[in-house]
């Protein structure tokens, strides 16, 4: 039998790459503080996002600006502290923490959207929590520190990602994409006046290349989820950074792991899935 893969799927799997390549980057520069590397990452895509905008005639602030700005402070937050645990754990592991998300955002549905958690939700968070003990545990690479801000990252994308839940239907994608950039840029901005460190030769290259790789996976990301495949499917193809970012650790960094510590990825991983996969279901 031969194996289908729709479009959605394969634009999926091409976003997974193209942003844990720019993750990679980022990893790659710890020299720059994070928040100085969201400002650039956020200055591309303001560009990016204000020209696609005015081609196509759109009202730039929308029409529900206190939700918009919240989307964008959550992702400026978030985005911070996960590339501040990009920087500072081993890859596929910061990777794995960043997957935390989807869970955090069923808790963040049922506290604000009214959607109850259910008995298996609730089993598959505990497998998750079982695989980050296990990562932590037997991984002396891990920072109890950046553990926690990479967790903090997870929940911050939850919070934007329950935010654009509210904005379903009610304001144009790209309006959406537009504030996190108009939001990120003023904020990390100022912050880099306090704590800046100035890029020379290839870190240039590796700034402007994570604004463009992210810009490029947004939009990757945004056509899978749009096309016609099963969403649990499209969605079920972005864990794959995982093993991406397993490879770009070993072959870049020496960055090998235990059993125990790929049992632990493995559960995380899992635990995201079922529970990804399961809503889904009661959506239908």
């Given at each position: 039998?031969?194996?289908?893969?729709?479009?959605?799927?394969?634009?999926m799997?091409?976003?997974?790459?193209?942003?844990?390549?720019?993750q990679?980057?980022?990893?790659?520069?710890?020299?720059?503080?994070?928040?100085?590397?969201v400002?650039?990452?956020?200055?591309?895509?303001?560009?990016?996002s204000?020209?696609?905008?005015?081609?196509?005639?759109?009202?730039?602030?929308?029409?529900?600006q206190?939700?918009?700005?919240?989307?964008?402070?959550?992702?400026?937050?978030?985005?911070?502290?996960?590339?501040?645990?990009?920087?500072?754990?081993?890859?596929?592991?910061?990777?794995?923490?960043?997957?935390?998300?989807?869970?955090?955002?069923?808790?963040f549905?049922?506290?604000?959207?009214?959607?109850?958690?259910?008995?298996?939700?609730?089993?598959?968070?505990?497998?998750?929590?079982?695989?980050?003990?296990?990562?932590?545990?037997?991984?002396?690479?891990?920072?109890?520190?950046?553990?926690?801000?990479?967790?903090?990252?997870?929940?911050?994308?939850?919070?934007?990602?329950?935010?654009?839940?509210?904005?379903?239907?009610?304001?144009?994608?790209?309006?959406?994409?537009?504030?996190?950039?108009?939001?990120?840029?003023?904020?990390t901005?100022?912050?880099?006046y306090?704590?800046?460190?100035?890029?020379?030769?290839?870190?240039?290259?590796?700034?402007?290349?994570?604004?463009?790789?992210?810009?490029?996976?947004?939009?990757?990301?945004?056509?899978?989820?749009?096309?016609?495949?099963?969403?649990?499917?499209?969605?079920?193809?972005?864990?794959?950074?995982?093993?991406?970012?397993?490879?770009?650790?070993?072959?870049?960094?020496?960055?090998?792991?235990?059993?125990e510590?790929?049992?632990?990825?493995?559960?995380?991983?899992?635990?995201?899935?079922?529970?990804?996969?399961?809503?889904?279901?009661?959506?239908k």
């Amino acid at each position: 039998m031969k194996l289908h893969i729709g479009t959605g799927a394969k634009q999926m799997l091409l976003a997974a790459l193209v942003m844990t390549t720019m993750q990679l980057i980022v990893k790659s520069i710890p020299q720059i503080p994070p928040q100085e590397v969201v400002f650039f990452r956020a200055l591309v895509s303001l560009v990016l996002s204000y020209v696609t905008l005015k081609k196509a005639d759109v009202y730039l602030w929308g029409n529900n600006q206190k939700m918009l700005f919240l989307r964008g402070f959550f992702g400026t937050v978030s985005l911070v502290l996960v590339f501040a645990s990009f920087q500072n754990l081993p890859l596929a592991t910061a990777v794995v923490l960043q997957n935390l998300a989807p869970l955090f955002t069923a808790i963040f549905a049922m506290l604000f959207l009214k959607q109850p958690l259910k008995p298996a939700q609730l089993l598959f968070m505990s497998l998750s929590i079982v695989g980050v003990v296990l990562i932590k545990g037997f991984d002396p690479r891990v920072d109890p520190l950046y553990l926690a801000i990479a967790i903090c990252g997870a929940i911050g994308s939850a919070a934007a990602y329950t935010v654009i839940g509210k904005l379903k239907g009610k304001e144009n994608p790209v309006v959406v994409v537009f504030y996190f950039p108009f939001v990120a840029v003023p904020i990390t901005g100022l912050w880099c006046y306090f704590d800046w460190v100035t890029p020379t030769g290839w870190t240039w290259v590796a700034l402007l290349s994570i604004g463009i790789l992210s810009q490029i996976g947004q939009i990757l990301l945004t056509k899978a989820y749009q096309s016609d495949d099963d969403a649990a499917t499209v969605s079920s193809m972005n864990y794959t950074s995982v093993i991406y970012g397993a490879l770009y650790g070993i072959f870049f960094f020496g960055e090998f792991f235990s059993i125990e510590v790929i049992l632990g990825m493995l559960l995380v991983m899992l635990g995201t899935i079922l529970n990804l996969i399961y809503k889904t279901r009661l959506q239908k």
